[in-house]
């Protein structure tokens, strides 16, 4: 996949209407929003398009409306947020292609931005349906992306529209590409991914792809007692894939086969019940031979394992990680994933955090601002990571 595309800036908006599509999908209860930092990450591109002269339509999703008018699911809330972020009024559409939103549009002015409703009110926006994408590009002369977080879909708003328009990226994810794309295709070395989270299943392509390309693949969390399965030790009641035990061997040996080094917990926090109490009774135990018990479940890496894993992160030069450690959500079960945002935010290395939990976990533990970058997006990074080409990104015009 081709990561080097064109950006806002290597057209020209000026006079232009320009249709962006954002990540505007934010947290919201009893309508407030409760988090507006996708908005934020908007700004910069929306702000380049208004000083230079362009008509702004903003487009989004929100939420899992399935087609239907739900108004909870409205983006008003957004406009008005982004209005005073803006310092200036953005302009609702009260549809998407409807008579409203085609005649502000077609009223706009240059440096005015306006926002469309919710696309996922029509159904055809998941379907990836040709009638709206065409509907939707009727509205403008540019399409730009800046959507990460939703990349890996392809839907109308996402990847459609760009068969009707001259399409090319904002800045957000000409900074995901730019800083992902950069170290899967050319890291600086040593290079260590570092992987957790509950299944193997929801990470094989990941762990095969990446095996490919890191020098140390370090696995942790719920995953890694497939692992340990696989390898010949007791796992009690800790999380397990049944059906990932063979894939694991392979995996195991391939990275032999390449010169890998795979990382595995040596020691685990188990506990009887789960989810546990905050004041359930833990302990630490090695995971060798049998030694978890029967009747316990691993649930965070131990004090020896978060050493051996911060000290392979002190040597790298380049550091992926995507997923937690452990129940990271319980503090008694959180100092595994924590010893991981602190060796990150410790590390001289360019180190990039794959959206999702383990984003959370940084911004939780205070250590967000002292990673490189933390990807906006949790299934479009993972895909990314699998080496899969993002139908929101392969649409974008490449640069010559």
């Known amino acids: 996949m081709n990561y080097n595309k064109k950006s806002v800036e290597d057209v020209d908006v000026k006079g232009k209407r320009v249709l962006c599509r954002c990540d505007f999908n934010v947290p919201i209860q009893d309508g407030v929003i409760t988090s507006d930092k996708r908005i934020v990450a908007a700004l910069p591109t929306i702000q380049y398009l208004m000083k230079n002269g362009a008509k702004v339509i903003l487009c989004s999703h929100l939420g899992k409306p399935k087609g239907e008018w739900k108004p909870e699911l409205s983006l008003c809330v957004v406009a008005k947020r982004l209005s005073e972020l803006l310092g200036q009024e953005v302009i609702m559409a009260k549809d998407v292609v409807g008579e409203d939103a085609k005649a502000k549009a077609a009223a706009l002015q240059e440096g005015q931005v306006m926002l469309l409703e919710n696309v996922r009110y029509m159904a055809g926006e998941t379907k990836n349906d040709p009638a709206l994408s065409k509907e939707l590009a009727s509205l403008a002369d540019i399409y730009v992306n800046d959507a990460f977080g939703t990349a890996h879909?392809?839907?109308?708003?996402?990847?459609?529209?760009?068969?009707?328009?001259?399409?090319?990226?904002?800045?957000?994810?000409?900074?995901?590409?730019?800083?992902?794309?950069?170290?899967?295709?050319?890291?600086?070395?040593?290079?260590?991914?570092?992987?957790?989270?509950?299944?193997?299943?929801?990470?094989?392509?990941?762990?095969?792809?990446?095996?490919?390309?890191?020098?140390t693949l370090i696995i942790g969390g719920g995953m890694a007692y497939t692992f340990l399965k696989a390898k010949g030790y007791e796992t009690g009641t800790s999380l397990l894939d049944v059906e990932k035990l063979d894939y694991c061997r392979d995996m195991m040996a391939k990275a032999q086969e390449k010169g890998?080094?795979?990382?595995?917990?040596?020691?685990?926090?188990?506990?009887?019940?789960?989810?546990?109490?905050?004041?359930?009774?833990?302990?630490?135990?090695?995971?060798?031979?049998?030694?978890?018990?029967?009747?316990?479940?691993?649930?965070?890496?131990?004090?020896?394992?978060?050493?051996?894993?911060?000290?392979?992160?002190?040597?790298?030069?380049?550091?992926?990680?995507?997923?937690?450690?452990?129940?990271?959500?319980?503090?008694?079960?959180?100092?595994?994933?924590?010893?991981?945002?602190?060796?990150?935010?410790?590390?001289?290395?360019?180190?990039?955090?794959?959206?999702?939990?383990?984003a959370a976990a940084c911004e939780q533990m205070g250590y967000a601002d002292q990673i490189t970058h933390i990807s906006t997006g949790g299934g479009a990074s993972l895909e990314f990571l699998e080496g899969l080409e993002l139908p929101g990104i392969a649409c974008l015009q490449d640069k010559e």
């Open 153 to 215: 879909r392809a839907h109308a708003s996402t990847a459609g529209v760009a068969d009707y328009l001259p399409a090319v990226c904002g800045y957000l994810i000409q900074k995901e590409i730019g800083i992902m794309g950069k170290a899967l295709a050319d890291p600086t070395r040593p290079f260590v991914a570092i992987l957790g989270g509950a299944k193997v299943s929801d990470k094989l392509n990941v762990i095969n792809n990446l095996l490919e390309k890191v020098d």
């Open 260 to 358: 890998v080094q795979l990382l595995l917990p040596v020691d685990t926090v188990v506990a009887k019940e789960f989810p546990n109490p905050i004041d359930a009774p833990v302990r630490v135990t090695t995971v060798d031979a049998a030694n978890i018990a029967p009747d316990t479940m691993g649930l965070d890496i131990g004090e020896k394992t978060r050493e051996l894993f911060t000290q392979a992160i002190a040597n790298a030069q380049t550091v992926i990680w995507n997923g937690p450690m452990g129940v990271f959500e319980n503090p008694t079960l959180a100092a595994g994933t924590m010893a991981i945002a602190k060796a990150l935010a410790a590390s001289k290395a360019t180190t990039i955090v794959g959206g999702g939990d383990s």
